[in-house]
């Protein structure tokens, strides 16, 4: 039981990483990107590749994914600075599906849809910190400073930038936002964060494919993002956890054949999804009043 | 030359057939309040968004002190010191009152601003003035959105106030204001011109307009037809009725 | 001959893929609406037709049931998730995620009624023929291309030459005119749906009897009638079939070059292409900045 919870809080932590990056381009810079897992998947894949070539440390795997995921997310900068709404949302799916393909053709740095086997164990600074327990003390941190960052750039002038340019580009730019720069900057970190939540994805799995990378996935985050609540710190958060114990409190559920579960997961986050777009676009977390 | 704050020379911009804007000079300067008057169409609002940089021109050129700001981006030319505000407004919506102000007083588009502390405090002084001068302190928390209309107006009036800017450029700043923020309206203008900001607004009420314009530029059809005191211009009666639409 | 094979398979695909995507550029075109559960739309009309058919009924009737559940979905849509988001908010992703969350939900009621696999309705028409020899070609080849060319043809007359028509086009652009004309806007975006979801029926029939449905179809099909708008010009219903048929074409042609795997991204990479260098699409205005 406690290596069940453990697992489920380690997912939940970092997934929460990933909600939180993502909040960080659809609530506060109005970037609706449903090609995260895009980057989710090049920090895994980059983290794995650094591991099992040169050291399996986590913070210069954290750098390495970071740094791979924030620089290929230029790929989705530059769609965003040239169009807007839904032609922007058509280009992150076509980003979304080229990049599955090239996931799932690369074998030499993916390994294809084999995957990457064999992930070694994973180190910090010398001590090993692979026990379950241990691991997720580690990504609890990392999600925790996570939010500190997000907190203070976004209630400082980056994040009101960001929400101006959110609310009224043309006013934004009018008030002497760099519109473009600002973006940029914001599709740079939210990605870079992803990156990082899939070095730890990967190093807690032990073997990445590109099944957890694919358009489902993208999906299953903003769903997570929006049921929780947009530009807020705590909406997302909210939305992983629904999500996450939604499969394991159904498979209580009796009546509910185990082969189905996935599909009847997808049925209630689907539906909810539109329901809460009719009655609570805010999201369960969002405040139909003032704060953000 | 460089004593004009903003000049407009030649300007010319057409959209496919359409001659939006035609060669077009205009001078304001400092303590002067310019009204640009004509018929819907005329070309007011393009020429707000040619001196903005929104819109590139064809040919003429914008100047500022007497330095071209042709091709600089509108975020560029914003910071020059020119200020505008919108037909629709365009608030921040999502942001509260007292947010939406303040982000109109970080230009420094990186991940902080440049200054530190006591920079802070004094964009912070700025935006708690604006807020007192345009009455909306006790709705300083509220989100823009929320606001009534009249407040709303007056929120995209405290943003520009804030700036310090230099140049205003109003789109219809006054219409749908009831008689009583009318007067405030007039009044937070008139205090701004004494302080030596120089502006030029876009304005359908003729009351406004005689009551704040010292000149008036009269745009039809993309074109200056007159430029000159209000009495000379309102009294114009060939004027007068290409206002009203009459048949020419 | 491999080349002209491939075209004419391309050909096909892009007949079907025209179509829908048509419909879709109708419903955006005329309500704006970014309709993503058009893939639903689909995949419902697909299933109900292969429903009808695995219970011995003839084809007609699985193609009116199909057409029965595409319009009631289409019209469902607009009356019960889209109209009640515009009235208080109607910001572009509220209705895109909507609209998202109904395609989600779908697709697993599809899952969880059909199951996940492939499912092919067999019929006598996909049998394919040497025409002349090393060239094959099925007898449904004739009927997707002919069915599409009718329908489009009957749709383009609908638009230009009757008031409704007129009325639709006109729904976007210039809500004066209507009231002019005394047409009611939601009557004619009730109809705009309608007759959008009407158009994905002949496409979802044609696929459960040749390549088979899948639940996850429907993600697909969204993905192609969304990358056929925005490359032919977002609401040109000219556009969105011509680009349809070009990324019908495109997929199959890709094969001849590269690994089969790559031709479903190579509709995608003409996708971002456009959007990056020209948004405006093929027939569209620009309408980026």
Not at chain 1, 86 to 97: D, I, K, R
Not at chain 1, 166 to 192: I, P
Not at chain 2, 194 to 220: K, P, Q, W
Request: net charge neutral; charged share 15%.
């Amino acid at each position: 039981m406690i290596a069940y919870l453990t697992n489920l809080a380690t997912l939940a932590t970092i997934f929460g990483i990933l909600a939180a990056s993502l909040n960080l381009l659809i609530g506060y810079a109005g970037i609706f990107s449903i090609a995260h897992a895009v980057f989710f998947g090049l920090g895994a894949y980059a983290g794995a590749q650094l591991a099992m070539l040169l050291v399996p440390d986590l913070l210069l795997a954290c750098l390495a994914g970071g740094l791979v995921a924030g620089a290929l997310s230029l790929c989705l900068a530059l769609p965003a600075l040239r169009v807007r709404g839904e032609y922007f949302v058509a280009a992150s799916l076509g980003l979304q599906m080229m990049a599955v393909t090239v996931f799932s053709e690369a074998h030499a740095v993916t390994g294809g849809h084999g995957g990457l086997v064999g992930i070694p164990l994973a180190s910090l600074l010398g001590f090993d910190i692979s026990a379950p327990a241990t691991f997720l003390m580690v990504c609890l941190v990392v999600l925790a400073l996570m939010l500190l960052v997000i907190r203070l750039l976004m209630r400082g002038s980056f994040g009101r930038g960001l929400m101006a340019i959110r609310d009224s580009e043309s006013a934004a730019e009018a008030f002497g936002k760099n519109v473009a720069r600002l973006k940029t900057l914001a599709v740079v970190l939210g990605c870079a964060m992803a990156g990082v939540a899939g070095v730890l994805f990967a190093f807690y799995m032990a073997f990445v494919n590109v099944e957890s990378f694919t358009l489902e996935q993208s999906i299953l985050v903003m769903a997570m993002v929006i049921i929780g609540g947009t530009a807020t710190l705590i909406g997302p958060l909210v939305g992983v956890l629904l999500l996450l114990l939604l499969p394991a409190g159904l498979s209580f559920l009796p009546f509910i054949p185990p082969t189905e579960i996935g599909s009847v997961q997808q049925l209630i986050y689907g539906l909810a999804m539109a329901l809460l777009m009719i009655f609570r676009p805010a999201g369960l977390a969002g405040q139909s009043t003032g704060q953000r | 030359m460089s004593a004009i704050p903003l000049s407009v020379r030649g300007l010319d911009k057409h959209f496919g057939g359409l001659a939006a804007v035609q060669r077009v000079d205009l001078d304001l300067r400092p303590g002067v309040t310019t009204a640009l008057v004509g018929p819907n169409g005329a070309g007011k609002t393009t020429l707000f968004n040619l001196i903005t940089g929104n819109i590139v021109a064809d040919s003429g050129d914008v100047l500022l002190d007497g330095a071209s700001v042709r091709g600089l981006r509108p975020y560029e030319i914003a910071r020059r010191g020119v200020a505008r505000s919108f037909q629709d407004l365009r608030l921040f919506g999502r942001m509260s009152v007292r947010d939406n102000v303040l982000a109109a007083l970080e230009p420094a588009s990186w991940l902080w601003q440049p200054g530190g502390g006591g920079a802070r405090r004094a964009r912070e002084k700025a935006v708690e003035a604006a807020l007192e001068r345009t009455g909306l302190t006790a709705q300083a928390d509220a989100r823009a959105m929320d606001l009534a209309y009249a407040e709303r107006k007056f929120l995209s009036l405290a943003r520009i106030l804030a700036t310090g800017a230099r140049i205003w450029l109003l789109d219809e700043p006054a219409s749908g204001l009831d008689p009583n923020s009318r007067a405030r309206f007039v009044n937070l203008v008139r205090q701004a011109v004494s302080e030596g900001v120089t502006i030029c607004l876009i304005e359908h009420n003729l009351d406004i307009v005689t009551e704040l314009a010292d000149r008036i530029a009269f745009l039809d059809r993309g074109a200056k037809l007159a430029e000159g005191e209000p009495q000379e211009i309102l009294s114009n009666p060939q004027l007068i009725s290409i206002y009203f639409g009459e048949p020419r | 001959m491999l080349f002209l094979q491939l075209l004419l398979s391309g050909i096909q695909t892009g007949a079907i893929y025209a179509l829908t995507a048509a419909g879709f550029a109708l419903i955006f075109g005329a309500t704006r609406i970014f309709h993503v559960a058009h893939g639903a739309t689909f995949a419902l009309a697909g299933y109900a037709f292969l429903a009808c058919s695995q219970a011995g009924l003839p084809w007609f009737v699985g193609c009116l049931a199909a057409l029965l559940i595409a319009v009631g979905f289409g019209l469902a849509m607009d009356a019960f998730i889209y109209r009640p988001i515009q009235r208080h908010e109607g910001s572009f992703f509220t209705v895109f995620v909507a609209a998202f969350g109904m395609t989600i939900a779908v697709q697993s009621l599809i899952e969880i009624g059909f199951g996940r696999g492939f499912a092919v309705v067999d019929t006598p028409l996909t049998m394919a023929r040497a025409v002349v020899p090393g060239l094959y070609l099925a007898d449904i080849f004739w009927v997707a291309t002919g069915v599409a060319l009718v329908l489009f043809i009957l749709v383009t007359l609908f638009l230009e030459r009757t008031r409704a028509g007129i009325g639709l086009r006109a729904l976007s652009e210039n809500p004066e005119l209507l009231r002019a004309y005394g047409l009611s806007s939601r009557r004619l975006s009730a109809l705009a749906f309608g007759l959008g979801s009407a158009l994905a029926v002949p496409g979802a029939v044609l696929t459960a009897a040749t390549s088979g449905l899948q639940p996850a179809i429907s993600a697909q099909v969204m993905l192609i009638s969304l990358a056929a708008a925005v490359v032919g010009g977002i609401g040109s219903l000219r556009g969105a079939a011509l680009a349809g048929l070009l990324l019908g074409v495109v997929e199959n042609l890709v094969i001849s070059a590269v690994d089969t795997q790559w031709s479903s991204a190579a509709g995608f990479v003409v996708l971002f292409a456009f959007i990056l260098f020209r948004p405006s699409g093929l027939f569209g205005q620009a309408v980026t900045r």
